[in-house]
């Protein structure tokens, strides 16, 4: 059973980098059918798509972070990784990492995505 | 502001009926298929309903989903205490490469 494992510092100052680490359990991010993505929450506030890296290391990123994200994998120890630079209080938030699934449906001739495995969530709050 | 549509609460007494919309104003909906997770505040979301209308392994037949045009619609019979949460549609956009979620709707049982 494929499982996420969130680590990273749960306090970051302002200006500083925000590090992030997903652990992937019980399956590989090298298979193809799938999208590593992270996700943050603000506080009260509804989901936000923050990028996502594929099984061939294309990485993909919302138009409003791409400047200060990047996600990267390292494919010999299954993870996958968020930094987000220069952060400021708004980036204070739930953040969970999540597998993107991609399959095809045959009857309707279209592909259909969703996120079926999240991690728990780490609470990042910025301040000094 | 969201790209997709929610109504902010909805809410039923238990074994009630209630249902949320989403809809995407400039089509994300009507060109990929919805999702729809359930989030306990503070926990991570539960994929409820995938593809439109598909129920995943393990979730209860008392969520349903639906689609038409460019909206999709969660349905909830027989609401039970432990539904009381916030409910989240959400469409992969392709020109985005990225997910588009919607605001949130959130069931209170009364």
């Known amino acids: 059973q494929l499982q996420l494992h969130q680590s990273g510092p749960g306090l970051v100052k302002p200006s500083e980098t925000l590090s992030l680490t997903c652990t992937v359990s019980g399956g590989s991010i090298s298979n193809n059918n799938y999208l590593w993505g992270w996700i943050r929450q603000a506080p009260g506030k509804g989901l936000e798509w923050i990028g996502g890296?594929?099984?061939?290391?294309?990485?993909y990123y919302s138009p409003s972070l791409k400047s200060r994200a990047t996600i990267s994998a390292d494919t010999s120890k299954n993870v996958f990784s968020l930094r987000l630079e220069s952060v400021t209080a708004a980036d204070t938030g739930l953040y969970f990492c999540?597998?993107?699934?991609?399959?095809?449906?045959?009857?309707?001739?279209?592909?259909?995505?969703?996120?079926?495995?999240w991690g728990k969530g780490t609470t990042v709050s910025v301040s000094s | 502001q969201s790209v997709l549509t929610q109504p902010p609460s909805a809410s039923g007494t238990p074994g009630q009926r209630v249902t949320m919309s989403c809809s995407g104003g400039?089509?994300?909906?009507?060109?990929?298929?919805v999702n729809w997770y359930q989030q306990v505040p503070g926990m991570a979301p539960k994929l409820l309903i995938y593809?439109?209308?598909q129920r995943p392994s393990g979730v209860p037949d008392r969520f349903s989903g639906s689609r038409s045009g460019t909206s999709a619609s969660l349905a909830i019979t027989g609401l039970q205490s432990e539904d009381e949460a916030d409910y989240y549609c959400a469409a992969w956009d392709d020109s985005l490469n990225g997910w588009v979620f919607g605001g949130g709707t959130k069931v209170t049982v009364l």
């Open positions: 593809r439109n209308t």
């Open positions: 999540a597998r993107r699934v991609r399959g095809w449906y045959s009857n309707g001739g279209f592909y259909y995505y969703y996120m079926d495995v």
């Open positions: 400039n089509s994300k909906v009507g060109s990929n298929s």
């Open positions: 890296i594929s099984s061939s290391g294309n990485t």
